[in-house]
């Protein structure tokens, strides 16, 4: 069975917050929501989310520094602002923050519902099959690589790290980063360990797939 997308919803206004929470619910997504950001700060230390949907204007930190905090820290969960700013800078202070995309307050709801479904095809989240080279494929449901006709099977652990890459594909990602953003803080394991995890997946997949880059991290290369 394939896990339903989970998404944090941060928003200040209450009755916003339950109709936006409401309709995500309806729409089969697994919904966390807060209404300041020290508690989304919480929320996404203590969980993996696959989207995350922030206010600008909320209590505490705003919506802006709130995932400059977060990208600082090596957390890059894909991002959308909800925001009645609608000013090209405050636009511009949005993505240069790190977000993926924008809506303005006042939005229809299937808008919103839109533009999550083109990050999860961006970022080929909750994919059951995805493409990595012409000789290689991999079944996020089972876990299984399949690189020229031969089925891999990998562990739990190993799955998070290769899906991880596989996200952030072509761009250099550090140890840290994968820790960060695969396991909440007290279950990180040690960077070693995460190095074993990576040294088997290249086993499989080789080294030109899985890429040292020097001083950084590793990198998915794919066709």
Do not use: H
Not at 24 to 34: G, S
Not at 125 to 136: G, Q
Not at 201 to 220: A, C, N, Q
């Amino acid at each position: 069975m394939v896990e339903k997308m989970k998404i944090l919803l941060l928003e200040d206004d209450m009755i916003l917050n339950e109709i936006i929470e409401e309709y995500l619910l309806e729409n089969k997504y697994d919904v966390k929501t807060t209404t300041n950001s020290q508690e989304a700060l919480e929320l996404i230390y203590d969980n993996l989310f696959d989207i995350l949907l922030l206010d600008v204007n909320v209590p505490y930190l705003n919506g802006f520094s709130l995932l400059k905090k977060l990208r600082k820290n090596s957390i890059y969960v894909p991002t959308i602002f909800i925001t009645s700013k609608n000013q090209a800078d405050d636009m511009q202070e949005g993505f240069e923050a790190g977000c993926d995309d924008y809506i303005k307050k006042p939005f229809d709801l299937d808008e919103l519902n839109l533009r999550i479904k083109n990050l999860k095809r961006l970022y080929s989240i909750d994919s059951t099959f995805v493409k990595i080279a012409p000789n290689l494929c991999y079944d996020v449901n089972n876990r299984i690589i399949l690189k020229d006709e031969v089925k891999y099977q990998l562990s739990k652990m190993e799955a998070k790290v290769f899906e991880y890459l596989y996200k952030n594909k072509n761009r250099a990602v550090s140890i840290e980063e994968i820790g960060l953003n695969n396991w909440v803080y007290d279950d990180i394991p040690i960077d070693t360990t995460i190095r074993t995890y990576i040294k088997n997946l290249r086993k499989i997949v080789g080294k030109e797939t899985i890429e040292t880059i020097k001083s950084i991290g590793y990198k998915l290369k794919t066709a």
